[in-house]
């Protein structure tokens, strides 16, 4: 029979008041070892990272636990990467981007290469990872842990790193996102608190450190302009902050629009595309008057279109070649030329389509331009840019330098395009004067977010003016999406985009893929994939044999010196007791 448990009161007050007392003291302390021994019941997960680990792991260092804990840190990397979905583009069951994030972003702060591999990781993740309004929470979580580390005291003393490199690479991967997010109308709901708000005030102080680092400095003003939208604010030097009337009413802006008509045209092989273009070159002075976080936003979308469609590659070059023209001509005033922040964007997109397109034509009209393009000598590729020798056009020609140099080093590009690369910027670097500009080694890789924010919003705004297409409109939204997540895999292993067309041998087949392929890969091409990857082989073989005969040669060198020092301890002890005999030997 079931037991119960009566409650006694005491309604006559038999029970002394000190005896209350103690009977309280004892109900109280059994419900605190109940409660702790409830809590002491839940084990946290042991793959899990916390700020705990972090401690240990950066304590541990230099004693006989750092092995221990280096290999848990490997072990949460590893788990950090498929939770982040790194090898299935963010997509699948089992990906938790925001959990990952969190996690990746707390590995960073160990000490030694785990932070460096977390932070590839959490880059890689950032830029190809899908879009969507659950992941806004820990984006500005993200944000303030960057912007406050970026404007620490202790950050802005010491000299530029490759580590504050990938962290401000990674403000401004966090910033896009938060943008997007903003022109979506996905952050009404959400209220920013005054964490963000004084972490953004700090990057003020990041402007005159990185004067000297054009692509450093970008990525301040971009986290900077884009929390002054996101604020309705307008940072200022003094402690004081102006209410910004243009972030309030921010919109849609009309270059953008258009830049993502372009795209939606020739994502659906839309018969409207010729007059897009001509409505976009009519907004060519918006570029030099408006936003130009949303002017370079819709150059991203309009390069991305570009890949694949030489009118909107002629577009692009040519919204560039007339502001360059009207401020030579008006070159007192400063009102036809472009942000220099702007101008970086149109370099790193001509970069990108150079290491990125699909067509081998798109890419050399990106390099060298087109000698037909326009009765004016320059042509609008990106060895034009190289020849604007003005002194405010220096930042320029620091972001031309270091697409050269990566475009030199893309083994999987044709030789030719390669070798032009290669030679150009060697004769440029002979003939600069500015030692900013000769420095400029530290080499940014291309991102590969533009394809997932220009899908992305193409799908919030479909452009109702070009409801016309061609027959084959339902055929191509069907192979779209194969194709674009064949060519997202190439992100993978050190964060480094590699070529797209290494991938797509792999992936599943789509209708425009035939037994050998995409279509677009000619037979030169494939040639010379598989002749890399026989390099490859072949080097990991040499490789291994030149490891296996240095390890021959240290074992000798070292039985060699143990037999020297045997000798010299016999030497030694002849000298001393005129035995040659070893110790405790008997003769």
């Not at 990872?129 to 929470?137: L, N």
């Not at 909107?312 to 001509?329: A, K, R, Y």
């Not at 004769?427 to 500009?437: F, G, V």
């Amino acid at each position: 029979m079931p037991i119960l448990k009566i409650p006694i009161k005491h309604y006559l007050g038999i029970v002394s008041q000190s005896q209350q007392k103690d009977f309280k003291k004892r109900y109280r302390k059994r419900a605190e070892e109940n409660d702790t021994a409830r809590t002491s019941s839940v084990r946290r997960n042991p793959f899990e990272t916390t700020e705990g680990f972090v401690e240990k792991y950066n304590q541990a260092q230099g004693s006989k636990e750092q092995e221990k804990y280096e290999n848990l840190a490997d072990v949460f990397l590893i788990r950090c990467k498929r939770r982040a979905g790194f090898i299935s583009v963010g997509e699948g069951k089992h990906v938790d981007l925001p959990g990952a994030w969190t996690q990746l972003l707390l590995l960073s702060l160990c000490n030694g290469q785990v932070r460096n591999d977390s932070l590839d990781v959490l880059v890689v993740s950032l830029d190809h990872a899908p879009i969507h309004a659950d992941q806004i929470p820990v984006l500005f979580h993200l944000a303030e842990s960057i912007q406050y580390f970026l404007s620490s005291d202790t950050t802005l003393s010491d000299p530029p790193s490759s580590y504050k490199t990938k962290m401000l690479q990674l403000g401004y991967l966090v910033s896009l996102r938060l943008f997007i997010f903003q022109l979506t109308g996905n952050l009404n709901r959400h209220q920013l608190s005054s964490i963000y708000l004084h972490s953004l005030k700090g990057l003020l102080k990041c402007e005159t450190r990185y004067q000297e680092f054009p692509n450093m400095l970008f990525s301040v003003h971009f986290m900077m302009r884009v929390g002054e939208v996101l604020c309705g604010l307008k940072l200022t030097e003094d402690t004081s902050v102006q209410v910004s009337v243009e972030a309030q009413e921010h919109g849609v802006n009309q270059v953008l629009r258009q830049c993502l008509f372009s795209y939606h045209c020739v994502q659906n092989n839309g018969t409207r595309l010729s007059q897009v273009i001509e409505q976009l070159m009519l907004l060519r002075d918006k570029l030099q008057q408006d936003n130009w976080v949303d002017c370079g936003l819709g150059l991203m979308i309009l390069g991305e279109a570009a890949k694949s469609s030489m009118p909107c590659l002629q577009t692009l070059m040519s919204l560039h070649m007339v502001q360059t023209q009207e401020s030579t001509q008006e070159m007192a005033s400063q009102k036809a030329s472009w942000p220099w922040q702007l101008e970086h964007m149109y370099c790193t997109i001509l970069i990108d389509i150079c290491l990125n397109s699909y067509c081998a034509e798109m890419k050399k009209t990106a390099l060298i331009g087109q000698s037909n393009f326009s009765p004016c000598r320059c042509s609008g590729g990106l060895l034009t840019l190289l020849k604007q020798s003005h002194e405010d056009k220096w930042r320029l020609r620091y972001s031309v330098v270091q697409g050269l140099a990566q475009i030199s080093r893309r083994i999987t590009l044709s030789e030719s395009l390669r070798n032009i690369a290669w030679i150009t910027l060697q004769k440029h670097l002979n003939q600069e004067t500015d030692p900013r500009i000769i420095n400029a080694v530290r080499i940014i890789e291309s991102e590969w977010i533009t394809r997932r924010l220009a899908h992305t919003l193409s799908k919030i705004w479909p452009p109702v003016q070009l409801a016309t297409h061609s027959a084959n409109h339902r055929h191509r939204m069907k192979t779209t999406k194969p194709r674009k997540e064949a060519v997202s895999t190439a992100r993978t292993g050190e964060g480094c985009p590699e070529q797209p067309q290494i991938i797509t041998k792999d992936a599943p087949k789509t209708p425009r893929q035939g037994k050998h392929g995409p279509s677009h890969l000619d037979l030169r091409t494939r040639t010379d994939i598989d002749l890399i990857k026989v390099v490859e082989d072949q080097w990991q073989k040499e490789l291994k044999k030149m490891m296996e005969r240095e390890e021959e040669i240290e074992k000798t060198v070292l039985e060699k010196r143990k037999q020297e020092d045997e000798e010299t301890i016999m030497r030694k002890r002849m000298e001393k007791v005129k035995k040659n005999t070893k110790p405790y030997e008997l003769p």
